[in-house]
């Protein structure tokens, strides 16, 4: 059975005011449908069917919109956070619903990888936080910020940090499990990238997944027409494909 998939879903997107003073920022449209259908989509067609939401702001709207998942064929939890509580606040804030193993989706990031493979490695690699990594090849306008050593264990994470060092992208999605919440203090707003990876980190208990593929994101209006982008050219091959079906079926 594939793993638990919790997206945080609670950002405000302030750089997308006005619409967003409406709108939940997951819930921007995107060729005519919500930016977070396009993921949720994407994690069924691996049969990844047991959705974690941790919603904050206007996520009464997301709940509406999606309900318990059964019209999709999947099961739809939502954690509610009452105020901003970070990444790490809002895994702590949904303690209650998370299993042993999930993974980690950030809210307006998009990752097409075999979430099989990701899974198979997060497994083999047993460490407590696997991380998927692109090597930028494709400019993504993110600067890079992790560094992994020939074991393939992650030895520098800077977040927001532009260093000619670092050889890869943090690519929006982890594997975790259940027990990195342990360390996750209960009150306050707390970043999981900057107060809680980085003991991981020097623990050696965090892995780092490489792919080929590059991800998008909504984070600024320039790079959510790079993604509406990639969905057209993946429906253009979508379309090309059936045509060669189609002729082969005719010939």
Do not use: W
């Amino acid at each position: 059975m594939p793993m638990q998939a919790v997206i945080l879903a609670g950002g405000l997107g302030t750089r997308f005011r006005p619409l967003t003073l409406r709108t939940p920022k997951p819930m921007i449209p995107v060729m005519g449908k919500p930016y977070l259908e396009y993921q949720l989509k994407y994690l069924k067609s691996y049969n990844i069917t047991n959705i974690l939401l941790c919603v904050g702001y206007l996520g009464e709207k997301i709940q509406t919109h999606f309900g318990d998942g059964q019209s999709r064929s999947m099961r739809i939890n939502y954690s509610f956070e009452k105020k901003p509580l970070g990444t790490g606040g809002a895994l702590k804030n949904a303690e209650s619903h998370l299993e042993d193993c999930f993974f980690l989706i950030y809210g307006d990031s998009f990752l097409p990888i075999s979430y099989s493979s990701l899974e198979r490695h997060f497994l083999e690699a047993d460490r407590t936080v696997l991380m998927a990594l692109y090597d930028n090849s494709e400019d993504t306008s993110v600067p890079n910020n992790v560094s992994i050593d020939n074991r393939g264990i992650v030895t520098k994470y800077k977040k927001d940090t532009r260093n000619s060092l670092l050889q890869y992208v943090d690519a929006g999605v982890l594997a975790l499990k259940r027990e990195i919440i342990n360390t996750v203090p209960s009150d306050g707003e707390v970043s999981l990238e900057q107060d809680i990876l980085p003991d991981f980190i020097a623990r050696h208990e965090c892995a780092g997944f490489v792919t080929q593929n590059r991800f998008y994101d909504i984070g600024t209006p320039e790079r959510l027409e790079h993604f509406e982008t990639y969905l057209k050219r993946q429906n253009q091959d979508t379309e090309s494909q059936s045509k060669i079906t189609e002729r082969m079926n005719t010939f």
